[in-house]
């Protein structure tokens, strides 16, 4: 029997649970921008706080908000809401929040790498929930904006109120995502398939898919431009067809001889060695290795990310890769 999550939608959600709150956004960014301004547009009491007066604190006050430092903000708050990125959030707890913090005052987190991972460890009288919208944040306020909204996980960590859900689908009612639908997770599974998605394939798999397959195409003599059209322009049709109605609707779409190649082929080269790897990076995953090592990393100021980035953007990919967008997107 095919098991299927319960689906949340406006319908199971009540404001109430959150309307006469405080709610302090911390940060100002892609999630924290559109968190604010849905929150605010569904009626709720936000406040921003941010830890300087930068451009994001130049944003909020063009939006309308009055921002203040994130200790101040803190102090006001009934809900706080941990919007800025992950490597930040524990010093930000232990600077910024956690001496200031309201006793019993809510903690909520859109993705659950620090309370997973132990690096934030909130007090024993906070209700700690999550609320995960999986779309970047100028998408969630854009279809907030439409009258749509975007898919969202919640899931409770503490619920010493015993109404942290409801407050998690309050919180993701306001800020549109249960016009979509919204499933009930943990904090656990939010992460690891969060990290493991992004490492396989959404980022790091996709990509040096991407890259293998334009050298090899070019080392054996084919035109970089053909290739670029290939192995990646046409990428983007692709996914296209399997967003609007999954992996069947794609092969029903695209010509019989790519179907039949891309059964067969595909199986040969994610075989059951790439099936062992993945094994050892979800291993690394679950086992706090990876977020070790992130931390690590940022903490010297990311030398490996800056490193590859610089080589990738010098690459022929990118440089074939620059003109044929001008092709693709130029204006007539």
């Not at 451009?55 to 941990?82: L, N, Q, Y």
């Not at 010297?300 to 800056?306: A, E, L």
Request: net charge neutral; charged share 30%.
């Amino acid at each position: 029997m095919l098991y299927m999550a319960k689906i949340y939608k406006d319908e199971d959600a009540d404001l109430n649970y959150v309307k006469n709150k405080v709610i302090a956004i911390l940060g100002y960014g892609s999630q924290g921008r559109a968190w604010a301004l849905n929150l605010r547009d569904s009626g709720l009491n936000v406040i921003v706080g941010l830890e300087r007066q930068g451009e994001s604190w130049r944003r909020a006050e063009e939006d309308g908000f009055k921002p203040m430092f994130t200790k101040d903000a803190v102090s006001r708050a009934d809900i706080i809401a941990f919007l800025v990125p992950d490597m930040v959030q524990r010093s930000l707890w232990l600077s910024s929040v956690k001496p200031y913090m309201k006793k019993g005052a809510d903690m909520v987190f859109a993705h659950g790498f620090n309370i997973h991972f132990k690096l934030i460890e909130p007090p024993s009288d906070s209700d700690v929930y999550m609320v995960a919208p999986k779309s970047p944040g100028p998408i969630v306020r854009r279809s907030f904006e439409s009258g749509y909204g975007v898919p969202a996980l919640i899931a409770v960590h503490q619920n010493v109120s015993g109404y942290a859900k409801q407050k998690a689908l309050a919180i993701a009612k306001g800020i549109g995502c249960t016009r979509a639908g919204v499933i009930e997770t943990t904090f656990k599974e939010e992460t690891e398939t969060d990290l493991f998605g992004e490492q396989v394939i959404l980022v790091g798999g996709v990509m040096e898919l991407i890259k293998a397959s334009f050298d090899f195409l070019v080392k054996n003599g084919y035109q970089p431009e053909v290739a670029y059209f290939e192995v990646l322009n046409e990428l983007k049709l692709i996914v296209d067809l399997i967003y609007e109605g999954g992996l069947v609707h794609m092969l029903k779409s695209v010509s019989d001889t790519a179907k039949y190649g891309g059964i067969t082929v595909g199986k040969y080269v994610i075989d059951e060695g790439v099936r062992k790897r993945m094994e050892k990076v979800l291993e690394r995953v679950r086992s706090g290795e990876f977020a070790k090592e992130w931390l690590e990393e940022y903490e010297r100021g990311m030398p490996t990310v800056h490193r590859e980035l610089k080589a990738l953007e010098e690459s022929l990919l990118e440089q074939v890769g620059r003109e044929m967008r001008k092709l693709i997107f130029k204006k007539t």
